[in-house]
């Protein structure tokens, strides 16, 4: 009676409507759970949304972000330093740049003795070529016939028909037509005239400019005429046509700009002023080319020929270069030398600085390596736009200084040089 008691009793029901409550409150753990991983999701919906946005974006850009980034940064890199050739550098730029090495290219104009700086050369010697004129006017256009003309071919060509002419007149006196140039002639206006300078040699061995008939027609044509006086100064002639043939043009002279420093731990530290680089506007141009080219070349393999090739290009970027020579005793000597010139210039340089120029010694350039082939240049030794090399004594013959008691004292340079020597800043 007790069990069938039980099932009709509402108790069953009751426990049962007691369990279906715990039901719900065990769903909110449930729908909790996955709650704290709703964060984790967005993320993954980000990083998701970004790799998506980068596939976009794959297909259309030609090279990775970080080498265009690079590109872009070179590029602005030498826009800027373009702006900076052509104003130069602000006054704030100047006041936290550090001091030069030296302070330009200097030369020594052959006909004055002055010392001008390279961007005052040409001026400088055009002024002294024209005063040359109040001395030797024949002389004076024939440098500049041979200096400001740069084309060396054209100089030829028309130097040598200009001879012709002369010589013309020197064999055949007589005869007027050999005194008579027409200025409107083909030969003369293609080879002669063209050249700066030759007018005014023209004059100055005794030509004079006359309109004259043509003759069999009605019209006029200028001439230039020998003087009837200089028929007399056949020899002169000759003289002035030789000269014309053999001269050279007027080069000023690469001031070496000597210096003599205390020893210094600032040696290998060199600051170089613009005149060092043969840059001009349009190989500015050319060098952000290159170096825009420069980032993917870094991956690519390159052949023995294609880096030899490039080497060779970037010695052809320096006119210049700064050498500096450290002695036994610390004490260095700069100068300033062309970037093509022989190591041997370097070595005479060095010899004309020591008190005793017989002493025989070596140049080691960085690393230690010896620099025995002087005929080798600058350029090709890796020695541009700047190096600092030592200077070693001949170990033999210094023994032998030694051991006949007579050691060096003092600084192997000459007084005169330690006189003016200078601090490296």
Not at 31 to 45: I, V
Not at 188 to 208: K, P, V, Y
Not at 391 to 403: F, K, N, R
């Amino acid at each position: 009676t007790r069990f069938a008691g039980q099932e009709d009793s509402p108790s069953p029901p009751e426990l049962c409507c007691s369990v279906l409550p715990r039901v719900p409150k065990e769903k909110p753990k449930t729908e909790a759970t996955p709650k704290p991983r709703q964060a984790p999701t967005d993320e993954a919906q980000m990083a998701a949304a970004a790799a998506l946005a980068r596939m976009e974006l794959k297909p259309k850009a030609k090279l990775p972000s970080s080498q265009e980034a690079i590109k872009n940064q070179v590029r602005k890199e030498l826009m800027a330093e373009a702006a900076a050739s052509e104003k130069g550098l602000s006054e704030e730029e100047k006041e936290g740049a550090a001091a030069p090495s030296v302070s330009g290219v200097y030369f020594i104009c052959p006909l004055t003795g002055a010392v001008v700086k390279k961007d005052k050369k040409e001026k400088h010697l055009r002024e002294a070529i024209q005063s040359y004129f109040s001395v030797d006017p024949v002389a004076a256009s024939i440098m500049e016939i041979h200096t400001f003309n740069k084309d060396r071919e054209k100089v030829r060509v028309g130097v040598e028909t200009m001879a012709k002419y002369l010589d013309n007149i020197y064999l055949h006196p007589e005869e007027e037509k050999y005194r008579r140039i027409k200025l409107q002639n083909k030969v003369f206006q293609e080879r002669i005239s063209c050249l700066e300078g030759i007018h005014r040699f023209f004059q100055a061995i005794g030509f004079e400019t006359k309109t004259l008939p043509v003759p069999g027609q009605e019209t006029t044509e200028e001439y230039y005429v020998l003087k009837e006086e200089m028929l007399t100064k056949l020899e002169d002639l000759k003289d002035y046509k030789e000269q014309l043939l053999s001269s050279e043009p007027v080069r000023a002279q690469l001031d070496r700009q000597l210096c003599v420093f205390k020893p210094s731990p600032e040696a290998a530290r060199f600051e170089l002023p613009n005149d060092f680089y043969n840059l001009t506007a349009e190989e500015i141009k050319r060098e952000q080319r290159l170096r825009t080219e420069a980032v993917e070349k870094a991956s690519m393999l390159r052949t023995r020929a294609m880096r030899e090739k490039e080497e060779q290009r970037e010695m052809r970027k320096y006119n210049y270069t700064l050498m500096r020579v450290r002695f036994p005793d610390g004490y260095i000597l700069q100068g300033t030398f062309y970037a093509r010139e022989s190591v041997s210039a370097l070595y005479n340089f060095v010899r004309e600085a020591l008190r005793d120029d017989w002493l025989p010694f070596e140049l080691l350039g960085p690393g230690g390596l010896k620099l025995t082939d002087e005929n080798l240049a600058f350029n090709e030794c890796g020695l541009v736009p700047s190096a600092l090399l030592t200077l070693a004594w001949d170990a033999a013959v210094m023994a032998d200084i030694q051991a006949s008691g007579e050691e060096q004292s003092g600084s192997p340079l000459k007084p005169e040089l330690l006189s003016r020597v200078q601090t490296l800043s």
